[in-house]
């Protein structure tokens, strides 16, 4: 007993010898730091107050943002019931891991070398390093205030993994492969575009642009959760031997509406705040678009699944108007209310089309349609900058101004993203299968996720969970553990 009491000690020894330098040099590294209160920011500008609004207009956006993860959580009604709680712990992972992530690794390796906020200074372009956990100069408001803007859109990418792998991966899969996803894909190809990396300054004069993350978000995360789905396998009952397909509905269609209208309402701040300046009027013009394109994925989605099989989908109709958010994200900046009108159509039918292809030919099972809202209206939202763009904001003007060159740098990025994703993704997703597994029990599958893995059903039967509580109160005061009175 002394020898190992003695073994822990020596260990706690080391632990605490090893912890005090770290701590000490984080400690002196944060003392070397910009400006940590705001008082040089306001005082040595000539628009002290404009830079005060700006700061309150990205906050309040961000905030929003956040807000939208609430949307992700209530289109687990495309779920079953015995699997609710298991999606929803997915998307509070996203939000709250991924968001750690992002501020261990993730900032750092995106912003580093774009000089977009005092510390952000050291990178390359193809990877930053410098920014790390916020230390050193980049304990600034200005970098802060960046990092809280980026860091609940980084969010997103966990979430939309979420909805193609529900109902059938282990949890610690689930983390180890968002956590391999936001510090190789997303932080390097968003650095490419938004870091100020090789995308951004392609060597014929056009740089990539995508305002609020079609490629870089959407795109990148869609393409991980199809690789994802594909690795899983499809959800038992969902193929038969024919292989033709099953319909395994949702157990609440009403969670789905509500959290397409929380999305939406996320959604316009989302693309809007991307301005990162309240004194840019584009606003306006950024929030029409955004959603215009929405209503008009959602309406062509309902007709036409309509007039194809008399029946309004209105579920379909939600992924319809998520398709079109997801396609002017990318553009909403650069194009006229009359093109987003167009990108959301397009975004709306691609949706539809995607859906069959994913399902009746590639035999890949994607509970929520993540894959044909967020991986196909991604890279549409990439191309429809060069399409679209007519020149009266940011001087970036596509084919409808006659000018081919931006085309070609978002056809370049179109590109890159589904080699990169693809390619990384599929090395995470086919290498934890064949190392940890990533796939529950055929049991566990059967009886619900919610029961094996969390413990807890998302949803009682009505009376039972206080008949539960009832009986072990009853237990505990018959062995005299807990007072009867």
């Not at 904001?393 to 740098?409: H, W």
Request: proline share 3%.
């Amino acid at each position: 007993m002394l020898s190992i009491s003695g073994m822990k000690l020596k260990s706690l020894g080391r632990l605490i010898g090893y912890s005090i330098p770290m701590i000490l040099f984080c400690t002196w590294k944060s003392a070397q730091a910009g400006d940590p209160n705001g008082a040089l920011t306001f005082s040595h500008s000539l628009e002290g107050l404009n830079i005060s609004g700006n700061f309150v207009w990205i906050l309040m956006t961000a905030f929003l943002i956040l807000f939208m993860q609430a949307g992700f959580v209530l289109l687990g009604g495309l779920v079953s019931s015995k699997n609710m709680l298991s999606y929803m712990t997915h998307c509070f992972m996203a939000t709250t891991a991924g968001a750690f992530i992002f501020w261990l690794f993730g900032f750092a390796l995106m912003f580093g070398g774009s000089e977009l906020g005092p510390g952000l200074d050291k990178g390359n372009p193809f990877i930053g390093y410098s920014g790390f956990m916020l230390l050193g100069e980049t304990y600034d408001v200005k970098t802060v205030l960046l990092f809280i803007f980026m860091a609940v859109v980084a969010t997103f990418i966990g979430s939309i993994i979420a909805g193609a792998v529900a109902e059938r991966i282990k949890f610690p899969a689930y983390l180890l492969a968002c956590f391999l996803v936001y510090t190789f894909i997303y932080s390097f190809y968003g650095h490419w575009i938004w870091g100020e990396g090789w995308l951004a300054k392609l060597p014929f004069g056009v740089g990539v642009k995508d305002f609020a993350g079609s490629g870089v978000v959407h795109a990148s995360g869609g393409i991980c959760a199809f690789m994802g789905a594909w690795a899983l396998g499809p959800r038992i009952g969902r193929f038969n031997v024919d292989g033709s397909a099953n319909a395994l509905p949702g157990h609440n269609i009403a969670y789905v509406i509500l959290g397409t209208i929380i999305l939406a309402f996320g959604w316009l701040a989302y693309d809007a705040g991307s301005t990162l300046a309240i004194s840019d009027l584009r606003s306006s013009i950024i929030a029409s678009n955004t959603f215009l394109a929405g209503v008009s994925g959602a309406v062509i989605v309902i007709l036409y699944l309509y007039i194809k099989t008399k029946k309004a989908n209105v579920a379909e109709a939600c992924n319809g108007a998520l398709a079109g958010f997801v396609a002017i994200s990318g553009p909403c900046a650069y194009v006229a209310p009359w093109s987003a009108v167009i990108i959301g159509l397009i975004g709306g039918l691609l949706m539809c089309g995607t859906t069959w292809l994913v399902e009746h030919k590639f035999k890949v099972d994607d509970p929520l349609g993540a894959i044909s809202v967020h991986a196909t209206n991604g890279l549409w939202g990439l191309l429809a900058v060069g399409i679209f763009a007519d020149g009266s904001y940011g001087k970036v003007s596509g084919l409808i101004t006659g000018s081919g060159q931006q085309f070609l740098a978002q056809f370049i990025a179109f590109l890159t993203v589904i080699v990169w994703a693809g390619g990384l993704g599929f090395a995470i997703f086919f290498g934890l299968k064949h190392t940890i597994g990533i796939r529950v029990s055929r049991t566990e599958e059967l009886d619900g996720l919610d029961v094996n893995i969390h413990g807890i059903k998302c949803y009682p039967p009505e009376g039972k969970y206080l008949e539960d509580i009832d009986d072990i109160i009853r237990k505990h005061i018959q062995l005299g553990e807990l007072v009867s009175r």
